[in-house]
C-alpha cells in the first residue's frame, strides 16, 4: 500500500505540469472521498481526528491549494475583501489595515490590498481590476469617487466600506471623522492659545483641503483672514515639509503658528525652522496631524491630531462581516472622533 501511495504522489506531483493538483488527487492519496477532502477543508468539525490527519498529511504531501473560486460557486463568496488606499508607502494607512486584516483573518477572510492613488480616476482604474476578481466587500479610502466608481460599486451589490471621512449620505458605511471638524478644532485651540497670525502647509488631497478650509473659515469667523498658505503634492514627505517651511517662512506673511496636513510635513517644517535658527514654540508653533509614530520623539515633541487607527479598521472590518452575514444592525455611519495631543511645539 505505501508503494501504492508514493505512486500516487507522483502523479500528483507530475500534474504541475499540465494542471494544478486537484481534490481528487488529495482524496485518492489519503483513501477518502473527495466530499471528506471539502468537509476537512470547510468543516474539520464534522471529520473524526483521524481522518483530518490522513488528510492533511495528503495535502501537505501534494502541495495543493484549495481553489476558493470554485468552492465559492455554491455560497457565492470568494473570502476576498478588497481593500484601497491611496498610498502604500504612507505610514499613517498601515495600524488601519493591519488591523482590519486581523479582523477578517479571524472570520475567514483574506485582503486584496490596492493603491488607489490621491485621484478618483486612479481609483476607478483599480476598482475595474478588482471587481472582476469578485470580492465578497470592498473597503475604500475617503468618500470622494467618480460616478462610473459609484456605478459599478451599486451594480455590484457588495457591502461597501468607506473610511477616513464622514457623510451622511455613503455608499452602504462609513467608518471615520470629520475633516471639518478637525480643521475647526485646531483653529480653536490656537487661537485659545494666544495666536494671532497662521500659514498652512498642506498637501493637495481632497481630505486634507477640506481641513485646511475649515481652519480657514474658523479663523475668519474670528476676523483673522491673512493667512499664509502653501500647497505640496501629495503624498507629503520629509522634503516637501522643508520646502513648503522655507517658502512661509519666506513669505512676508509673519506666522506664529503653522498647521500642517500630515506630521510628516510638520517634521519637516521642525527642522528647516531649526536650520533657520528659529525657535519652536518660541517664534514658531506647530501642529500636524496623524500622530504618527514619530510624532512624541521630534525635538521638540509635535502638537497633532490624533486618529484612532487601530480603531477605524477594527470597526470597519466588523462592518464588513456584519454586512456580509447580513445583520441588519450594522450601523451605516460610525464616527471614531478625534483628540488634538498638545506636545512641545505649541505648549
Given at each position: 500500500m505505501a508503494k501504492k501511495n508514493n505512486q500516487l504522489v507522483h502523479k500528483s506531483l507530475s500534474n504541475r505540469s499540465t494542471g494544478s493538483v486537484t481534490l481528487s488527487d488529495v482524496a485518492k492519496l489519503a483513501g477518502v472521498s473527495p466530499i471528506t477532502v471539502s468537509r476537512v477543508l470547510n468543516q474539520p468539525a464534522l471529520v473524526s481526528s483521524s481522518t483530518a490527519e490522513k488528510v492533511n498529511s495528503a495535502i501537505m504531501r501534494t502541495g495543493y491549494v484549495p481553489n476558493l473560486l470554485a468552492g465559492g460557486l455554491a455560497s457565492r463568496r470568494s473570502r476576498l475583501i478588497a481593500v484601497l488606499i491611496p498610498s502604500i508607502i504612507n505610514p499613517v494607512y498601515a495600524e488601519t489595515v493591519k488591523s482590519l486584516i486581523d479582523r477578517l483573518g479571524e472570520s475567514g477572510y483574506q485582503v486584496l490590498l490596492g493603491e488607489s492613488g490621491f485621484s478618483t480616476a486612479d481609483e476607478e482604474k483599480l476598482l475595474v481590476s478588482i471587481l472582476s476578481r469578485r470580492p465578497d466587500a470592498v473597503f475604500l479610502t475617503g468618500i470622494t469617487h467618480s460616478s462610473e466608481s459609484r456605478r459599478k460599486l451599486m451594480n455590484a451589490k457588495i457591502p461597501?466600506?468607506?473610511?477616513?471621512?464622514?457623510?451622511?449620505?455613503?455608499?452602504?458605511?462609513?467608518?471615520?471623522?470629520?475633516?471639518?471638524?478637525?480643521?475647526?478644532?485646531?483653529?480653536?485651540?490656537?487661537?485659545?492659545?494666544?495666536?494671532?497670525?497662521?500659514?498652512?502647509?498642506?498637501?493637495?488631497?481632497?481630505?486634507?483641503?477640506?481641513?485646511?478650509?475649515?481652519?480657514?473659515?474658523?479663523?475668519?469667523?474670528?476676523?483673522?483672514?491673512?493667512?499664509?498658505?502653501?500647497?505640496?503634492?501629495?503624498?507629503?514627505?520629509?522634503?516637501?515639509?522643508?520646502?513648503?517651511?522655507?517658502?512661509?517662512?519666506?513669505?512676508?506673511?509673519?506666522?506664529?503658528?503653522?498647521?500642517?496636513?500630515?506630521?510628516?510635513?510638520?517634521?519637516?517644517?521642525?527642522?528647516?525652522?531649526?536650520?533657520?535658527?528659529?525657535?519652536?514654540?518660541?517664534d514658531l508653533a506647530v501642529v500636524g496631524f496623524g500622530d504618527q509614530s514619530f510624532s512624541a520623539y521630534t525635538f521638540p515633541a509635535l502638537s497633532t491630531v490624533k486618529i484612532n487607527r487601530i480603531e477605524m479598521g477594527s470597526r470597519a472590518a466588523e462592518a464588513i462581516i456584519g454586512r456580509i452575514d447580513g445583520d441588519a444592525d450594522v450601523k451605516k455611519i460610525i464616527d471614531i472622533g478625534f483628540q488634538i495631543i498638545e506636545r512641545d511645539t505649541t505648549s
Open positions: 461597501v466600506v468607506e473610511t477616513w471621512d464622514l457623510t451622511n449620505t455613503p455608499l452602504d458605511v462609513v467608518v471615520g471623522f470629520s475633516h471639518e471638524k478637525v480643521g475647526e478644532q485646531v483653529a480653536k485651540f490656537l487661537v485659545d492659545k494666544g495666536y494671532k497670525s497662521f500659514g498652512i502647509l498642506s498637501a493637495d488631497d481632497k481630505r486634507a483641503q477640506v481641513r485646511q478650509r475649515s481652519f480657514l473659515k474658523t479663523l475668519d469667523a474670528y476676523g483673522i483672514n491673512d493667512v499664509s498658505s502653501i500647497i505640496v503634492p501629495a503624498p507629503p514627505n520629509l522634503k516637501l515639509g522643508r520646502m513648503g517651511a522655507e517658502q512661509l517662512l519666506a513669505s512676508g506673511v509673519k506666522s506664529e503658528a503653522i498647521f500642517c496636513s500630515s506630521d510628516t510635513l510638520a517634521n519637516g517644517v521642525l527642522i528647516e525652522a531649526a536650520a533657520q535658527g528659529l525657535s519652536i514654540p518660541g
